[in-house]
């Protein structure tokens, strides 16, 4: 990609962000981040660790400062679903890259993540994935360069469909 630009995924859990930011990152001969295993890898801990034992605003402090060191090119980064809380992260990576939201409906969510209270999402203490879904929605758009709608496509057609939304943009 020419000016080394970093290709940074945002969506909800379950939406593809890392599985096809590999397949992307192959065919474009790129780098792959995961920023979730990056936050455990440095904590040593697992995200529902973190989330059960110093709750969900710790889980998301650690994710921002994760995020805002990142310092690197030509690479696709996935980031954790709760990333766009932190405008001073999204600022960072969208200094660097060009944002894609990979967009499913809250349906499709449900169906790929199952029980979600074991997957490490931050979520305040008894909200709903409903309420969840809606309020990160507001700011995948806020932040998105590309969208990129998930339903119905393959893994190497969502691939297909974020090279050749950011083609023109790159």
Same mark, same amino acid.
């Given at each position: 990609m020419k000016g080394h630009k970093n290709l940074v995924f945002i969506?909800?859990?379950?939406?593809?962000?890392?599985?096809?930011?590999?397949?992307?990152?192959?065919?474009?001969?790129?780098?792959?981040?995961d920023t979730d295993l990056e936050i455990q890898q440095q904590t040593g801990r697992t995200l529902q660790d973190i989330v059960d034992q110093d709750g969900y605003l710790a889980l998301r402090k650690i994710e921002e400062a994760v995020l805002c060191?990142?310092?690197?090119q030509s690479q696709?980064?996935?980031?954790?679903?709760?990333a766009v809380y932190s405008d001073v992260a999204m600022q960072h990576l969208k200094h660097g890259g060009l944002v894609v939201?990979? #967009?499913?409906?809250?349906?499709?969510? =449900?169906?790929?993540?199952? #029980?979600?209270?074991? =997957?490490?999402?931050?979520? =305040?203490p008894g909200q709903s994935l409903? #309420?969840?879904?809606?309020?990160?929605?507001?700011?995948?758009?806020?932040?998105? #360069?590309?969208?990129?709608?998930?339903?119905?496509?393959?893994?190497d057609e969502v691939c297909q469909a974020v090279i050749d939304g950011v083609s023109h943009l790159v």
């Open positions: 969506g909800m859990p379950g939406s593809g962000k890392s599985t096809v930011g590999v397949l992307v990152a192959k065919r474009l001969g790129l780098g792959f981040v060191a990142l310092n690197l696709v980064i996935s980031t954790g679903g709760s939201f990979l #967009d499913i409906p809250l349906s499709v969510v =449900r169906q790929r993540i199952g #029980d979600y209270s074991l =997957r490490g999402i931050s979520r =305040r409903e #309420d969840l879904f809606t309020e990160r929605l507001a700011l995948y758009r806020r932040y998105a #360069d590309v969208t990129v709608q998930g339903q119905g496509l393959s893994q």
